[in-house]
């Protein structure tokens, strides 16, 4: 994957959505338990302080001196790629098999002075599959939380956005059909 001229490798790849969705966006910067699901091999576990390097280069992470310990933490344009490819994974997820009769609903209030920045949430929200029912008020039938939650927090609209999962709702069979279920 290519990212603004970049090379992005399934490894980096993986490793910016886990510092994403890590609490405090640090992680320790030699190898450890956390990284078991992502690097597998013995190579890959002796590549990580080469890929950590490189990322670092790109200027994705930077490396930080935390209580004497070295760690690396998202740098802002390794933060907008960690998002992108978030939201990106996220849009090629495969549906559930059976739905679960939970609609999710997102609404916002959102001030015309960000405009800008309510346009960028409709944007990802029909980027999911979610559908507009009113105004500021979208619909999705899957479970999708903490993907609202990244858009949310990486947003600064903790209370401007509401997720809400409902069972049923007055014409949710006109939903139903749209969304083939």
């Given at each position: 994957?290519?990212?603004?001229?970049?090379?992005?490798?399934?490894?980096?790849?993986?490793?910016?959505?886990?510092?994403?969705?890590?609490?405090?966006?640090?992680?320790?910067?030699?190898?450890?338990?956390?990284?078991?699901?992502?690097?597998?091999?013995?190579?890959?576990?002796?590549?990580?302080?080469?890929?950590?390097?490189?990322?670092?280069?790109?200027?994705?992470?930077?490396?930080?001196?935390?209580?004497?310990?070295l760690k690396f933490i998202?740098?802002?344009?390794?933060?907008?790629?960690?998002?992108?490819?978030?939201?990106?994974?996220?849009?090629?997820?495969?549906?559930?098999?059976?739905?679960?009769?939970?609609?999710?609903?997102?609404?916002?209030?959102?001030?015309?002075?960000?405009?800008?920045?309510?346009?960028?949430?409709?944007?990802?929200?029909?980027?999911?599959?979610?559908?507009?029912?009113?105004?500021?008020?979208?619909?999705?039938?899957?479970?999708?939380?903490?993907?609202?939650?990244?858009?949310?927090?990486?947003?600064g609209f903790n209370n401007?956005?509401?997720?809400?999962?409902?069972?049923?709702?007055?014409?949710?069979?006109?939903?139903?059909?749209?969304?083939?279920?």
């Open positions: 994957m290519y990212y603004k001229g970049y090379k992005v490798g399934t490894i980096e790849k993986e490793l910016l959505k886990l510092i994403l969705n890590v609490k405090d966006r640090e992680l320790p910067s030699s190898y450890n338990e956390t990284f078991s699901d992502i690097l597998k091999t013995a190579k890959q576990k002796s590549e990580y302080s080469n890929i950590t390097k490189r990322m670092a280069q790109k200027g994705f992470i930077k490396f930080v001196d935390k209580n004497r310990q998202l740098t802002d344009k390794g933060k907008k790629i960690a998002q992108d490819i978030f939201l990106f994974d996220f849009k090629n997820l495969k549906k559930p098999k059976e739905w679960d009769g939970k609609w999710r609903l997102v609404m916002f209030d959102i001030p015309e002075n960000k405009r800008k920045l309510r346009n960028i949430i409709r944007f990802h929200l029909k980027r999911i599959g979610f559908v507009q029912i009113q105004a500021s008020v979208w619909i999705y039938p899957y479970s999708c939380q903490e993907i609202i939650t990244i858009i949310k927090t990486n947003f401007e956005v509401i997720y809400i999962t409902a069972g049923s709702f007055e014409k949710d069979s006109e939903f139903k059909k749209l969304f083939k279920l």
